[in-house]
């Protein structure tokens, strides 16, 4: 992108104070890294350290200006955590642009794993995600403008055999967000989704995704890039974007096939990510009602 148009995407972008939950690792942080300099930050995540390696980078002084950067290391799901997210953004002046970065998966069939597994995703993908983003959305709507953009997944449109919570939390995001779109959008405030594919961070780690053979094998994009078309989506305001070809081909399944057959899609790619014979024949298959 050359510089005028990378200039007037960022002027598109709201003015004000953003605070960017995930911001100690992959995405959430390159979308900190590329915001304006003038763009006020509270930067929240778990891991102080890594918060506190990127507040110093980005604190910096450009043209003379002096940027204020406070970090909020803590967990998410944890009412205490969001009001604190609440008193810094006051602090820098009110937030207007809410990023939800944060997110967390995990590989494998719910069969093989604790029942407790569930609740250690949904804490962050959707109680986290749900107070924060009630919170911040009560605040913009009073002040008269906002916008909250939420990274989903292009998974929020499909059933996710072997990462089954994972998906089913990122449709309730984009179910929730494009419902609190149109509740506050008459007030001001926007509420947009990206949904992007597979891209490089700690995340397939996380979530033993590594080990499979599309994250060996494959070449995924970085999350520089898809910060860059995160930001663009933010500046367009578009209430639901994805990378290339993958919101048309979601959509396009969506509407063609059946829930269950999408299902069986999905499972038999997994299984094929995986690369190995622990979910092949034996996975249990999905549900066909
Ligand atoms: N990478 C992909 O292929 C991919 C594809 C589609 C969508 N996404 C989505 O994109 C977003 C960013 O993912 P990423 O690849 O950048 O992942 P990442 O590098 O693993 O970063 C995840 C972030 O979430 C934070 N987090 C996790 N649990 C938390 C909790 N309970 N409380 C507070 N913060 C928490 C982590 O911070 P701490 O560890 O410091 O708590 C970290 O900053 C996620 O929502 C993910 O679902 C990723």
Do not use: W
């Not at 992959?26 to 995540?45: F, K, S, Y």
């Not at 367009?236 to 299902?263: K, M």
């Amino acid at each position: 992108m050359g510089r005028r148009s990378r200039a007037a995407q960022m002027s598109r972008l709201p003015r004000g104070a953003a605070v960017i939950t995930g911001a100690s690792s992959g995405l959430g942080r390159e979308i900190a890294r590329q915001l304006p300099h003038t763009t006020p930050l509270v930067l929240t995540g778990r891991n102080a350290s890594a918060l506190e390696t990127l507040a110093s980078e980005l604190r910096g002084s450009a043209d003379g200006v002096d940027r204020a950067v406070e970090t909020v290391a803590g967990d998410l799901a944890e009412e205490a955590t969001v009001e604190r997210l609440v008193q810094s953004s006051v602090r820098l002046g009110g937030a207007t642009l809410l990023v939800n970065a944060a997110g967390a998966g995990v590989f494998g069939a719910v069969s093989g794993a604790p029942a407790t597994r569930a609740a250690a995703v949904n804490r962050v993908n959707i109680d986290g995600f749900t107070l924060v983003t009630a919170r911040f959305a009560a605040l913009m709507v009073s002040a008269g403008r906002g916008v909250i953009c939420t990274v989903a997944s292009v998974g929020a449109f499909f059933p996710g055999p072997l990462v089954a919570e994972y998906y089913a939390a990122k449709a309730y995001q984009l179910s929730y967000a494009l419902a609190l779109d149109r509740e506050t959008t008459p007030g001001g405030v926007r509420s947009i989704v990206v949904c992007p594919g597979p891209f490089r961070s700690a995340f397939h780690a996380r979530t033993g995704l590594d080990a499979t053979a599309l994250y060996r094998n494959r070449r995924l994009p970085d999350a520089e890039s898809i910060a860059r078309f995160t930001l663009r989506s933010i500046g367009r305001r578009r209430a639901v974007s994805a990378p290339g070809l993958f919101l048309p081909a979601a959509l396009y399944l969506q509407a063609l096939l059946p829930r269950t057959l999408v299902a069986r899609a999905v499972h038999r790619l997994q299984t094929r990510r995986a690369g190995n014979s622990q979910y092949g024949r034996r996975a249990p298959r999905p549900p066909t009602t």
